[in-house]
């Protein structure tokens, strides 16, 4: 079992910048990658980053290349999300989920455990 815990989400103004941050705790050890998702009102959950624990390789949501940075600490057990020049639809509750096997991390059915997610509102 994994337990993660979100944090960091919030309230900003267009333009402006959050970060959050997922602390991973139990089979810490058998991690192979850790994503952010969000999820809108009446949308599907789309990926946005994810990061290969091994390695450090990161993938990215075309829309969020050049403003978010996904990075971990691999002593702390937590990857977090830099969102910088944030938009009004960049609005959502944001996941992060975590990969004990070998799979796709771009692909949010291949992720093993669940935060509870975070909101994310930017206002115009």
């Known amino acids: 079992q994994v337990q993660l815990v979100e944090s960091g989400g919030g309230l900003v103004q267009v333009g402006g910048s959050l970060r959050l941050s997922c602390a991973a705790s139990?089979?810490?050890?058998?991690?192979?990658?850790m994503g952010w998702f969000r999820q809108a009102p009446g949308k599907e959950r789309e990926f946005v980053a994810a990061i290969a624990w091994s390695g450090g390789r990161r993938y990215y949501l075309d829309s969020a290349k050049g403003r978010f940075t996904i990075s971990r600490d691999n002593a702390k057990n937590t990857v977090y999300l830099q969102m910088n020049s944030l938009k009004p639809e960049d609005t959502a509750v944001y996941f992060c989920a975590a990969a004990l096997r070998i799979v796709v991390l771009t692909r949010p059915h291949e992720y093993d455990y669940w935060g509870q997610g975070t909101q994310v509102t930017v206002s115009s």
């Open positions: 139990g089979r810490t050890s058998s991690l192979y990658g």
